[in-house]
Nanobody, 129 residues
């Protein structure tokens, strides 16, 4: 069983920055591809970013490219999402997710919510204009 706990959300003004963290339990975190998704009120869950178990591959949703950066620290069993130049439309609940089946990360799988078998509880990010 894997538990994921997000932190770092909050209220920030447009143009500001936040860093989200997702701490994972389990001794095989280094085998997991990890993803970040978000859900805005009244909308579907959207793909934000993903990182391979090696850390060597990353993918981003079009709306966050150039502003957000995903990274991981396998020694700390933690994945991060650095969010810069935040916009009001980034307001959402952000979720991290783990794909525990060690495999290469490809974009089609990275964006597919059904690929991930563990999810965190989410952390609220609110960007004021």
């Amino acid at each position: 069983q894997v538990q994921l706990v997000e932190s770092g959300g909050g209220l920030v003004q447009a143009g500001g920055s936040l860093r989200l963290s997702c701490a994972a339990s389990g001794r095989t975190f280094s085998n997991y591809n990890m993803g970040w998704f978000r859900r805005a009120p009244g909308k579907e869950r959207d793909f934000v970013a993903a990182i391979s178990w090696t850390g060597g591959s990353t993918y981003y949703g079009d709306s966050v490219k150039g502003r957000f950066t995903i990274s991981r620290d396998n020694a700390k069993s933690t994945v991060y999402l650095q969010m810069n130049s935040l916009k009001p439309e980034d307001t959402a609940v952000y979720y991290c997710a783990a794909d525990s089946r060690r495999r290469p990360l490809v974009i089609a799988q990275a964006m597919d919510v059904t690929v991930y078998d563990y999810w965190g509880q989410g952390t609220q990010v609110t960007v004021s204009s």
